[in-house]
């Protein structure tokens, strides 16, 4: 009979001798080099773990060539990090140089670690996902061909900083909590196929899924009518409902969003706000999105101060001296008007002209 239920293997059986032996007992970390770090235990043991970084989307063939590598200089171990780059794990320091060494020949980029720009979190795009308004894969290739020097750490930041793309307003991955985010956005209204949604959707849930109410059920034709006026396209209710149709090659794009972030230290996390409502799908290169994401990162790293993220820069400028500084155009666009919108608004006297 098959096997079920029986979860994931257990990572105890998976890590390197090295780190079964010092688990729990780790002392410090350095960064000896941009992508090398270097942890020593208190027992006096040190692994090392060289990261490069990966697309993420990879064949078999891939997995196996890195896996060679591990098998010549990591006794077969590997891992991936939470923003899938590689990490080879070396506990043997002479072979770290040369490890190090084949990558470099091989033609894989080392880097992502400590003040700099990591890999790209990002979706499904046109790979996979039929609610995706612009590509993942293409826009990430495109902008880290831009970014690559902030990567490897030969252009330093003044803080880590996250870049993630979501192609969609569902925002699987970090969209949401970025310094810098790229979000696909429809700007065209859905349609409804009224022949099609009667056998294909259930009306309550198609309207509960609406955020706005510009759902209503149309008795005349048994199927819902959609009120332009309220309407945000979010495309939501086309998630649940196939007979409803949103995409525009034309009017669909992408937004920019800046300045939020998971961690704790320093100040609270933060959610990312919008800095650029729409820039046009431009594939196969986005030259518009790659050019205004390289722009932000680098009036950011010339105007924050050492160990400062996005979004704790714009706190201590404000937004008027973001808008004034990256010279990006403030419109009606950035203005809530959701619910709870008002404690966006400014409710001081505060404020610089
Ligand atoms: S963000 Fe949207 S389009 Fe992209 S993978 Fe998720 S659901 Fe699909
Ligand atoms: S696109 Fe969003 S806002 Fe518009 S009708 Fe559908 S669910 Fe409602």
Redesign the pocket.
């Known amino acids: 009979m098959a096997r079920n239920d029986f979860g994931p293997p257990d990572y105890r059986e998976l890590i390197p001798p090295v780190i079964q032996k010092n688990y729990g007992q780790w002392k410090y970390h350095t960064i000896p080099r941009p992508g090398v770090l270097k942890h020593v235990s208190d027992t006096g043991d040190v692994l090392y773990s060289v990261r490069i970084a990966s697309p993420r989307l990879v064949s078999s063939e891939y997995i196996r060539s890195i896996s060679d590598i591990a098998d010549t200089y990591c006794d077969g171990y590997l891992r991936f990090t939470t923003r899938n780059n590689a990490e080879f794990l070396v506990s043997d320091e002479s072979k770290l140089e040369p490890l190090i060494k084949d990558l470099v020949a091989k033609g894989y980029m080392i880097g992502g670690g400590g003040h700099s720009i990591s890999n790209v979190v990002h ?3 046109w790979i ?6 612009t590509d ?1 894969s293409g826009i990430v290739k495109d902008v880290m061909d831009e970014l690559h020097p902030y990567f490897t750490g030969e252009i330093k930041v003044p803080a880590r900083l996250r870049i993630a793309v ?8 970090a969209c949401h909590c970025s310094d810098i985010s790229i979000v ?1 956005i429809h700007r065209t209204p859905p349609r409804v196929n009224d022949e099609l949604l009667v056998g294909r959707c259930e009306i309550p849930t198609t309207i509960a899924a609406c955020p706005t109410g510009a759902i209503r059920p149309n008795p005349k034709t048994k199927s819902v009518e959609i009120n332009h006026e309220k309407c945000m396209m979010c495309a939501n209710c086309t ?1 649940v409902c196939p007979a409803i149709k949103i995409m525009d090659p034309v009017n669909d794009g992408v937004s920019i969003w800046v300045g939020g972030k998971v961690s704790n230290a320093r100040t609270a996390p933060k959610f990312s706000r919008l800095a650029i409502p729409y820039l046009p799908n431009n594939p196969p290169r986005w030259p518009e999105v790659t050019n205004a994401v390289k722009h932000l990162v680098e009036v950011w790293a010339a105007s924050a101060r050492e160990g400062e993220r996005m979004g704790e820069w714009i706190d201590r400028i404000g937004w008027e001296r973001f808008f004034e500084k990256t010279g990006l155009p403030f419109t009606d666009k950035h203005i809530d008007d959701f619910t709870h919108a008002t404690t966006t608004f400014r409710s001081t006297t505060q404020f610089r002209f």
């Open positions: 979706t499904q795009g996979h996902c039929k609610s995706a308004v993942a979501a192609c969609c307003v569902n925002m699987c991955g696909g998630v």
